[in-house]
Structure formats: C-alpha cells, structure tokens
C-alpha cells in the first residue's frame, strides 16, 4: 500500500530534480518560519523567534541533505572561523558571551539546513509571507503595541529593525512563495504597504535599490553587476543631507542629532578595540546615563568581533551574491531576488546595528546556498535579459 503525501510527509528531499520535490509544502518548515518576523514575542527572556529558528535546525538533524548536498567548504571556513573568533574575544575580554554567541550559532544553523536542502525554500519563504502580511496587518489595527506612534511597529518592535525584516526577507517571500504573477502580486502589496508606514528612509532605499537590481542590474556582467552593488552601499553612506530630511522626514532632526552623537562614541569605542574586539554582544554606547545600540552594522561587528569578524561575514554575503550571478543574469528572478535581499541587508546595515549577525542576514545566505542546488531554470514570469 503506497503512503499518501501529505505536508508532514514529503517525497525524498534526496532526489537530483530538487525544485520538484520542494513544490508541496513542509507544513513544520512554514509554521516556524511565519514565526519569525514577531520580534517582540518572548518566552522566558528569549524572543520566540529565536526558539523557531532552533526547532528548524534540530528538526533539521533528522533529514536528509537533498542529494547528498554539503555546504561549500568557503562557507564552512568562513562560518565556523567567526564562531571561533566570537568565542575567542568573549573569553578574552572576560565577558558573557553564551548567549550571543548561541544566537549566531542559530542562525549558521539554519544556513546549513537551507543550504543543504534539508529545509524547504518554498514553505519557508511562503511561512515568511505569512508572517510578515500578519504582523504588518496587526500592526495597522493597534495588535502588538505602538512603540513609535506615527510609524508601523506592532509585533517588529522597532520601525527601523522591522523595515529591515520587511525589507530582507519580504523580496524572498514575493519570488520564492509562488511562480504565479498575480501571487506574487498579492504578497508584495501588503509587504511594500508595510515597509512604507515603517517610514524608515534606510529601508525605503534598500527596497528601491533592489529594485533597481532585479530591473536592471542583473541584467549587467559580473564585474559589472558586482561595481554597482558595491556603489549602491556607497551611495547610502554618502546621501546628501538635504535629501534625507524631505516631506514626511522632515521632522527627524532630533533623531538624527542622536544618532551623530551614537557614532561619535562608537568611534571612542573602536579606537582602544583589541583585534579581536570587544567582545560578543558589546556593541553599545552610553549616552547621559541611556543605553543605545550601535547605529552601524559594520561598526557593530567590528565591535564584537574586530575586523577579522566583519571580513568573515562580508565574505558570506559576497559568497552569496556571486555564486547566484551567472544565474541571475540568465533570468532567474529568484536568484536575482536573493542578490537584491543581499543588497538590502548591506545597505540597512549602514543605519543599523543589529544587520550583519542578526537572523534575517542568515536567511538570505541560506537561500542563495538552497536555491543554488536547484536546476537552472526560469518560470513562466520570468524572461532572459536583453541583448
């Protein structure tokens, strides 16, 4: 008698035509993945996010690798090497680092259960969907709190950090979710209409860049496409200062006097930083007696880890972004979503502090390392480049 397959039992994750066994849906894989965008939900002093992201990888243990996939062995350097060197500078500057520590080591968890087929990419990125529409409309009619009145919060907490999930995450959900153009649609409305009410002028540069990447620099060589996600991450550090404080921004000027004096004591902090940084999870500033996050992703991991930790995990995201090129320029609009997620990250992570270790930068890399083991081909809505 044959075994009927359902959501809790898929076909062989094993077999070589890898983006047919991931058309079901692993009904596990969607439902701890929709947890992830509620960044205010905690159990116990850890976000709920967090304990998703574990159950995904200890399910993960008892799966086959689609085809007998490994991770590529730069991946696996580049990985466990930071890691180590988390470990390294908080046992050197004597601090507690367990729990930072394990949060990265989460989120290389889900790197290798993506990247090793074992998790699915369209039931985590349609999980993605769902959360994200479902905090953004909770969001909207007063669910989840209002930490920023004027500015889209809820369950994402922070208008700035939740721009950064929307952003990141919310162009794999609209490419991976469904081949259907009016799918596509329906998942991106909600999603954009998110990220505008956050009015986080980072995330609202990173969705356009990506844009800009999906409609055209794809389109571009190599080198080419690689020197214009380079200039986009230039640009977002060097916009004019008139530019920034137009129309609905005008009004931020406090906010942004604040954050100058941020990264004038991030700058006090990395100057006396060993080598290895300051160690795990000390990537804050005090300010008139208050506490503040880095405003700097890039500072921030230099903070934790020194520069040695900041090359690793540009070297994952170049890793990333390259291996999907040759794809990306072929037309594949999914490995072109995931090259634009990674500018997104690179660009939100100028702003922000909590960018370049957190979760969402994990998801991207997982998703390039997943859809790479998939067959090169384009769906219906797709088509090639020009030329």
Request: glycine fraction near 12%; aromatic fraction near 8%.
């Amino acid at each position: 008698m044959s075994t009927k397959n359902t959501p809790w039992n898929l076909p062989d994750k094993t077999v070589d035509r890898a983006d047919e066994a991931d058309r079901e849906i692993r009904m596990s894989d969607f439902a701890l993945m929709a947890v992830l965008p509620f960044r205010t939900t905690v159990v116990s002093g850890y976000p709920i996010n967090e304990f998703a992201m574990a159950a995904l990888v200890m399910l993960c243990l008892f799966r086959p690798a689609r085809g007998g996939a490994r991770l590529p062995g730069v991946v696996t350097l580049l990985g466990v090497s930071l890691l180590a060197l988390l470990v390294l500078s908080g046992l050197a500057n004597n601090i507690d680092w367990v729990r930072r520590v394990g949060h990265v080591g989460i989120t290389a968890g889900v790197i290798w259960a993506f990247g090793t087929g074992r998790a699915s990419l369209r039931s985590g990125a349609i999980g993605m969907a769902a959360g994200l529409i479902a905090v953004i409309g909770m969001a909207i009619v007063g669910i989840g709190g209002d930490f920023y009145p004027g500015r889209l919060t809820g369950f994402l907490g922070d208008p700035n950090a939740g721009a950064y999930f929307i952003a990141a995450l919310g162009v794999i959900a609209v490419f991976f979710a469904d081949d259907r153009l009016k799918v596509r649609v329906a998942i991106a409305i909600p999603i954009l209409t998110g990220l505008w009410l956050c009015y986080s002028r980072t995330g609202l540069l990173a969705a356009g860049l990506g844009l800009v990447w999906i409609v055209y620099g794809r389109r571009l060589g190599q080198v080419a496409g690689t020197a214009l996600a380079i200039v986009f991450v230039w640009l977002v550090q060097n916009v004019p200062e008139d530019l920034i404080s137009f129309g609905p921004f005008s009004n931020r000027s406090g906010s942004d006097n604040l954050r100058k004096r941020i990264i004038a004591q991030e700058d006090v902090e990395l100057a006396t930083s060993p080598w290895y940084g300051n160690g795990p999870g000390t990537a804050k500033v005090t300010i008139r007696d208050l506490e503040f996050f880095f405003h700097n992703s890039y500072l921030a991991t230099r903070q934790e880890g020194g520069w040695l930790a900041l090359l690793l995990v540009l070297g994952l995201l170049a890793y990333s972004f390259g291996i999907l090129t040759t794809r990306s320029h072929a037309g594949d609009l999914r490995a072109a979503a995931v090259q634009s997620a990674v500018i997104g990250t690179a660009v939100m992570a100028v702003t922000l502090g909590e960018v370049l270790l957190d979760t969402p930068a994990g998801i991207v890399v997982a998703f390039a390392l997943g859809h790479a083991l998939t067959p090169a081909t384009t769906t219906a809505t797709e088509s090639p480049p020009d030329g």
